[in-house]
């Protein structure tokens, strides 16, 4: 067995009670070949610094608990093999939010922008689960599908140039969700969103940097969203001019 | 003085089970207050985590007699039989809600909801999203909770105590965990649905939020645990990570191979006649287990491993029906399914056992509730079929939340300034441990300790000898927890505080797994022992409980409700 390789860690620390503003501290620990970023933090805490906070829980990819900024690019800690990396690695908060504590940061807004697009299915007329389900074609989900796969780990968040300069921006998550369940064929609810479009900080904020569908560990493509949402907000708004409110 | 919060109902828990009682009891009744409270942001559930389906009957050559029975037989004669009714019966209602409510299943060209195969199930009554079904039935039931102002969320704050008064719930004990304070949150009634408890084990796909918290709060609030021995290994882990690969590889035709490139389960009799991948999850478990044992394994980094085989289902298939599969393979063992097979072992995956429920997702404390894998409804008996507990979540936690509600409305609430004196003694308590620096003891050494006793105690295989043995440590580690020293003293999103009770829930958990499992002398489902080989219906047809006991765990039994299928020899 050669000798086990080591490599040091430079991680953002921050407890608002201690801090006026984060620091960083270094970690040199060994690291074994097969590693994610991920293994690295559990191992820093589990042997070297309790102390040291963090979000993480599925290890799989998909509960999207432990994205961080990872060599200045915002990452799943849990998907990105630590072997891509240097000797030396940075590891801070997600860009864009606010720090709560270390590589933690605060998800009240994020929370409130997610709920401001109405993310449920809405009808004129509740289905009775007696009429059991709706019929929905493999072409129909096929509209919508992409757009679902959303996981909710605000990376796109910390990669949007207008998240950054705007925060009340509701930004690439939510509005892809949005438009999700307005392409949904059993959904009735697309001129409520569009309204929401319409109005200040959100689809018209966007300035197409597409930051976001390129850091998505899950290729959602909400900068597909925003734009197709865009363009459903304007039509859904001339024709309110040409026809008679609520025709269609 | 401690902060009080107050509602009618209390849930603990945000993943399927607690979302869906929280929705259920709205529908009960729009009048009512719910406080939702999760250690995590609801959509970190591990329900995420599930990838294969939900079960319900669905299809034309499908009935609930078949689904009945199927459960029945799965559960090794175990599941309570009125218990199975009652789920198969409400399954595909709570299916065909969450697809009003959006959940993207996948289709049949008619534009009916898709099923496919899963183990023990006698026909496609598997419902599914791709092989991303826990992922979208929690988006789809959190996004769906959104609209109603009546849930109160309290994310990211972890329940550390049951508040009883008048030997009825009346509350909990709340550590929020951003804030660093304990409040009292109050309510007439409470639901526990915090899930399983795989992270007791060293090698499991559950997430590591999975630390059987809601169990041991009814533990010590006087609740027994039942059927705890069942431990259900899934068949198809990740080596070394023990990441899932879903049973609907099976279901869409995947074969298991060993060394020889033999399809064993075919080849070898394993008990599951021509059901062969098919079978279900603790034949196919033992049947992996034995292959190495026989010399039949391959060597990998982390032990010996058998194939998972989906080369012969083509691009296509994968990309389609599994796609989450191909992108875990690849991601994390760094193999396409579509050109070589997957290695994989058993894991340990989900709890049969859990807080002794009823019909009615009631416990034995009035006013408390229980719903999903923290559960014992004794729905799944000595073992789970796979695809049922997604259902499960769904089924148990409307009831949990339509019982709740009734029960709230007919209770006057406890003496407040008693409730909020064991909620100021438990702040206390929680101040006093968080970074304490009494006691040489590490946190994380302990649970590594405790992980490897239960391997060796507690696995697929098992014997007096090492179940005694792991009972035993098991105690041992109890005395060595309370003297843990931790280093983090800081108020604010203090995790090692979390992890230090998370543990201690743990250990509870832990231990009423290794005196059940000692005490059942016969193998039975999931719990197979090499030195009492057959199954005993004559002396250990009933469900065992354990008794939380300052003094250690007391055992205790319970009848099994049959019905009208009579236990008969379990053969596929």
């Not at chain 1, 096929?142 to 300069?165: G, H, R, W």
């Not at chain 2, 929705?23 to 009960?28: F, G, K, L, R, Y």
């Not at chain 2, 799944?380 to 507990?389: C, I, K, P, T």
Request: net charge negative; with cysteine; aromatic share 8%.
């Amino acid at each position: 067995m050669s000798e086990q390789q080591k490599k040091k860690f430079v991680i953002t620390r921050f407890d608002p009670d201690r801090d006026e503003v984060p620091k960083t501290q270094e970690y040199e620990i060994p690291v074994q070949p097969d590693w994610k970023v991920l293994d690295a933090l559990n191992f820093i805490k589990d042997e070297v610094d309790g102390s040291l906070s963090h979000r993480w829980s599925c290890r799989m990819a998909v509960c999207g608990s432990c994205g961080m900024m990872v060599d200045g690019e915002p990452k799943l800690t849990c998907k990105e093999a630590l072997s891509n990396y240097g000797d030396t690695v940075e590891i801070a908060p997600l860009a864009n939010f606010p720090i709560v504590r270390d590589l933690v940061v605060e998800l009240d807004g994020f929370m409130d922008k997610f709920k401001s697009v109405k993310p449920w299915i809405i009808r004129a007329k509740e289905r009775a689960v007696e009429e059991g389900p709706m019929r929905q074609s493999p072409e129909e989900l096929e509209e919508f599908k992409q757009f679902s796969m959303c996981i909710n780990c605000m990376l796109c968040y910390s990669a949007c140039p207008v998240v950054a300069n705007e925060p009340e921006f509701i930004g690439p998550a939510a509005i892809a969700l949005g438009h999700r369940y307005s392409l949904d064929s059993r959904d009735e609810g697309a001129a409520e969103r569009n309204e929401v479009f319409r109005g200040e900080g959100t689809v018209f904020s966007c300035s197409f940097a597409n930051e976001c569908s390129e850091v998505c560990p899950k290729h959602v493509d909400p900068a597909a969203a925003v734009n197709q949402a865009k363009f459903n907000a304007v039509i859904d708004w001339a024709q309110g001019l040409i026809l008679p409110r609520g025709g269609k | 003085m401690i902060e009080v919060l107050r509602h009618d109902i209390v849930i603990v828990g945000g993943g399927g089970a607690g979302l869906r009682a929280a929705i259920a009891a709205v529908e009960a009744d729009p009048a009512v207050s719910i406080g939702l409270i999760s250690k995590v942001y609801p959509m970190r559930s591990h329900t995420v985590s599930a990838e294969g389906g939900a079960a319900a009957v669905a299809r034309e050559d499908d009935n609930f007699e078949m689904h009945g029975y199927d459960t029945v037989k799965g559960s090794d004669f175990l599941g309570d039989q009125d218990v199975i009714q009652y789920f198969v019966e409400e399954a595909p209602k709570e299916l065909t809600l969450l697809e009003h409510w959006g959940c993207p299943w996948s289709r049949n060209e008619d534009g009916t909801v898709a099923t496919r195969a899963f183990g023990g199930m006698s026909t496609k009554r598997t419902w599914y999203a791709a092989d991303k079904v826990g992922f979208h039935m929690l988006h789809s039931l959190f996004q769906h909770s959104m609209r109603f102002d009546q849930i109160v969320r309290y994310d990211e704050q972890f329940v550390t105590k049951l508040l009883v008064d008048g030997g009825v719930v009346q509350g909990v004990a709340s550590l929020d965990i951003r804030a660093g304070v304990v409040r009292v949150i109050l309510g007439r009634s409470v639901i526990l649905a915090t899930g399983g408890a795989g992270k007791i084990f060293p090698f499991t796909t559950n997430g590591t939020i999975k630390t059987g918290d809601g169990m041991s709060l009814a533990y010590r609030a006087g609740v027994p645990l039942k059927d705890m021995e069942f431990v259900q290994y899934h068949p198809t882990g990740l080596p070394g990570t023990g990441i899932l690969i879903t049973e609907a590889t099976r279901g869409e035709g995947g074969h298991l191979k060993n060394s020889k490139g033999e399809r064993f389960l075919v080849e070898y009799d394993y008990g599951v006649g021509n059901k062969a991948e098919l079978g279900p999850r603790d034949m196919i478990s033992r049947a992996i287990v034995q292959e190495i044992e026989a010399g039949r394994g391959i060597q990998g980094t982390y032990g010996q491993y058998v194939n998972l085989d989906l080369t012969h289902l083509g691009a296509d298939k994968i990309n389609k029906r599994l796609p989450m599969v191909r992108e875990l393979a690849k991601i994390y063992i760094g193999v396409d399914p579509v050109t070589d097979p997957i290695p994989i072992r058993p894991v340990v995956h989900y709890m049969m056992g859990g807080i002794d429920t009823d019909i009615e997702a009631a416990t034995v404390l009035p006013g408390l509730y229980a719903a999903g894998e923290c559960a014992s409804a004794s729905l799944n008996g000595a073992n789970r079929l796979g695809s049922n507990s997604l259902t499960e979540c769904l089924v148990f936690g409307a009831s949990a939340g339509r019982n709740a509600v009734a029960f709230a409305k007919g209770s006057s609430g406890g003496n407040e300034a008693a409730l909020i004196g064991q909620g100021e003694e438990e702040a206390a308590r929680v101040e006093a441990l968080r970074g304490r620096q009494k006691g040489g003891e590490k946190l994380s050494h302990i649970r590594q300790a405790l992980n490897d006793s239960m391997e060796s105690g507690c696995g697929v295989y098992r014997e007096q000898a090492s179940m005694n043995e792991t009972v035993r440590t098991v105690a041992a580690l109890k005395g060595r927890y309370a003297d843990i020293g931790l280093q983090d003293s800081s108020k604010v999103f203090n995790t090692e505080l979390i992890a230090a009770m998370e543990l201690g829930a743990m250990l509870d958990v832990a231990e009423a797994m290794a005196v059940a499992a000692a005490g059942r002398n016969e193998s039975r489902g999931a719990h197979t022992r090499k030195d009492a080989t057959e199954r005993d219906d004559v002396n250990w047809l009933h469900h065992s409980l354990v008794h939380f006991d300052p003094a250690g765990p007391r055992l205790g039994k319970k009848d099994v409700t049959l019905g009208k299928w009579e236990p008969v020899e379990r053969k596929y």
